[in-house]
């Protein structure tokens, strides 16, 4: 079992940044691709970026593509994602996930097998 913990939402006005943050306890967490989802009031969740276990790899919904940037620190079993110039729209509850079988270029739910709770992110205009 993996558990994640998020942390590092907030509320912002448009054009702030923030960076929210993963922390991964329990099996072993250097090989598993880690994501971030975001899931807004009325809405599906979504895919927002994803990056394998040594930071090779990085995908990006179109959405947040030269905004946001995701990272980890395999050391402090933490990946980190670096939200700037958010926009109203970007208001959701932000989800880290963990793929154990480390795909290259996870962007579905399937594809995770461990979640976190979550953490509000909340962009005023």
């Known amino acids: 079992q993996v558990q994640l913990v998020e942390s590092g939402g907030g509320l912002v006005q448009a054009g702030d940044s923030l960076r929210l943050s993963c922390v991964a306890s329990?099996?072993?967490?250097?090989?598993?691709?880690m994501g971030w989802f975001r899931q807004a009031p009325g809405k599906e969740r979504e895919f927002v970026a994803s990056?394998?276990?040594?930071?090779?790899?990085?995908y990006y919904a179109d959405s947040v593509k030269g905004r946001f940037t995701i990272s980890r620190d395999n050391a402090k079993n933490t990946v980190y994602l670096q939200m700037n110039s958010l926009k109203p729209e970007d208001t959701a509850v932000y989800y880290c996930?963990?793929?154990?079988?480390?795909?290259?270029?996870?962007?579905?739910?399937?594809?995770?097998?461990?979640w976190g709770q979550g953490t509000q992110v909340t962009v005023s205009s």
């Open positions: 996930a963990a793929d154990y079988f480390g795909r290259a270029a996870a962007t579905k739910m399937g594809e995770y097998d461990y």
């Open positions: 329990g099996r072993t967490f250097n090989w598993y691709t």
């Open positions: 990056i394998t276990w040594r930071g090779g790899s990085t």
